[in-house]
């Protein structure tokens, strides 16, 4: 069964550095989003994207979070300089097979755990 | 309250018994779903309820939809161990085709052996 897939399971980095999480969406969805979980606190909507472009952000993704779509499978999330705040779960999700299936679900990865130190 | 707001916030039963979980939220809604999470893990969808039904069943789950009241209800029936998660019940809160979900604080289920 076709499913998202996320790399590193787990990420240490120092304050101010950059990381890039990355994600595999299924294949034929169109639809991609990321999503944030600060532990214990509630699963927090990062980005969408769409068609090539972000269709809609949340105020958590300021000017130091991008999403890249690079090669047609990867879908990228790049924090410039992270900050302790930053430590959290990330998700990604994709939805919206292009035979119209998985228009309403959302399937998610297992996450990547960043520990910004 | 905000959207998607589960409730309890915890839940502990034995095996066997059934859980039920309660959601209400604020907005006009083409779906709802409830998604499952295990213990810091990737989120799993559960089941997908349209605002025109009012109860869908899948295997062990049984969900309720009332639209007038704004709420939703997850049964859980013969629960085992293995049921041990956080559900929570989410919609596209934006209305729009993009999909943004919005998730509220979840109930924790525990069930014991």
């Known amino acids: 069964e076709p499913e998202v897939t996320q790399t590193p399971s787990h990420q240490v980095t120092q304050m101010g550095q950059e990381v890039i999480l990355r994600c595999v969406p299924i294949?034929?969805?169109?639809?991609f989003y990321w999503y944030r979980q600060i532990l214990g606190q509630k699963v927090e909507f990062l980005v969408s994207?769409?068609?090539?472009?972000?269709?809609?952000k949340s105020e958590i993704f300021d000017d130091q979070f991008s999403v890249e779509r690079p090669d047609g499978s990867n879908f990228t999330l790049k924090i410039r300089s992270t900050k302790l705040e930053d430590s959290a779960m990330y998700f990604c999700a994709s939805k919206g097979g292009r035979d119209g299936s998985s228009y309403n679900e959302q399937f998610f990865g297992p996450g990547t755990r960043l520990t910004v130190l | 309250s905000q959207q998607g707001e589960e409730d309890p916030q915890a839940l502990s039963i034995q095996e066997g018994e059934n859980a039920t979980m309660n959601c209400s939220y604020k907005?006009?809604?083409?779906?709802l779903q409830w998604y499952r999470q295990n213990s810091g893990r990737g989120l799993v969808h559960l089941i997908l309820i349209r605002s025109n039904e009012r109860e869908k069943h899948s295997g062990r789950l049984r969900v309720t939809l009332d639209t007038s009241k704004k709420s939703s209800s997850l049964l859980i029936t013969a629960s085992r161990a293995a049921d041990t998660a956080s559900y929570f019940c989410?919609?596209?809160?934006?209305?729009?085709?993009?999909?943004?979900?919005?998730f509220g604080q979840g109930t924790i289920l525990t069930v014991h052996p």
């Open positions: 907005t006009s809604i083409n779906n």
């Open positions: 994207f769409y068609n090539n472009e972000i269709s809609e």
């Open positions: 294949s034929n969805h169109l639809y």
């Open positions: 989410v919609h596209n809160a934006g209305g729009t085709s993009y999909g943004k979900l919005t």
